[in-house]
């Protein structure tokens, strides 16, 4: 990636690349590739439907730093069930599964950065690296929902 010429970029609201992602449909904007950020710096909105969730993952060396910007965020980190307020945050580790979800009926808006980006160390990773059990298992509290919608 390119830094910004200025040394900065905006991108306001209206101008936001969304699109479902790749596995779970989930609508995301890649903010940090629409910026020309770092290439060591990941950043990404994700809009959870109602009843909805992202994938059961984890990362080989990087951090992300997931901060609730609407509604009630829930998220499963390795056994333990979280709830986020508003503007609460969580902070996971490397190698920590991890899994953001929906089990009410609002919409939940989610900013989540992650640092470094992965393959910034040169260590080689395979899909079994970040899902090393099935990516579209659904958390407990989604028991009986199906996701994504057929």
Request: a neutral charge; one cysteine or more.
């Amino acid at each position: 990636m390119n830094e910004p010429e200025r040394g900065y970029s905006v991108l306001v609201w209206r101008d936001q690349l969304w699109r479902p992602s790749s596995m779970m449909k989930i609508p995301t904007t890649n903010l940090l590739d629409q910026l020309g950020g770092s290439a060591y710096l990941g950043g990404r909105l994700w809009r959870l439907p109602p009843y909805s969730a992202n994938t059961w993952h984890r990362h080989l060396d990087q951090w992300e730093l997931y901060v609730v910007l609407e509604g009630t965020g829930r998220m499963r980190v390795g056994n333990d069930s979280l709830t986020i307020p508003r503007h609460g945050c969580v902070l996971v580790g490397p190698d920590r599964l991890r899994q953001v979800f929906n089990d009410t009926a609002e919409e939940v808006l989610w900013l989540i950065v992650g640092a470094p980006r992965d393959g910034v160390s040169g260590r080689s990773a395979e899909a079994a690296d970040f899902y090393p059990e099935n990516p579209r298992t659904l958390p407990p509290e989604l028991a009986g929902r199906v996701w994504p919608p057929t």
